[in-house]
């Protein structure tokens, strides 16, 4: 399996408040784009799974979501993560 619970634990101490904090935006934000990344070289090898390729679709709206969210709540913390995680914005 690609995202054990210990990668997750990475992810929410590397970008949460701590391995625990499942619910903070940035946790969140990261696991999803560990996710999409995950799923994009899933494409790469297998063009014809409509199925992943929707479920990608789905990821980067919610990550989306969670970016627009953070961007009103509290630009600084946007601005971090964004950096961090290398995305466009």
Not at 34 to 50: G, V
Request: net charge positive; no cysteine.
């Amino acid at each position: 399996m690609y995202l054990t619970s210990e990668k997750k634990e990475e992810i929410f101490s590397k970008h949460g408040k701590g391995k625990n904090d499942t619910g903070s935006a940035e946790g969140q934000i990261a696991l999803f784009t560990h996710r999409i990344a995950h799923l994009s070289e899933h494409l790469k090898t297998n063009r014809k799974d409509y199925n992943t390729e929707r479920s990608l679709v789905m990821l980067v709206g919610k990550r989306r979501s969670l970016l627009d969210y953070l961007m009103k709540k509290d630009i600084i913390r946007y601005r971090a993560i964004v950096k961090e995680l290398g995305l466009r914005k």
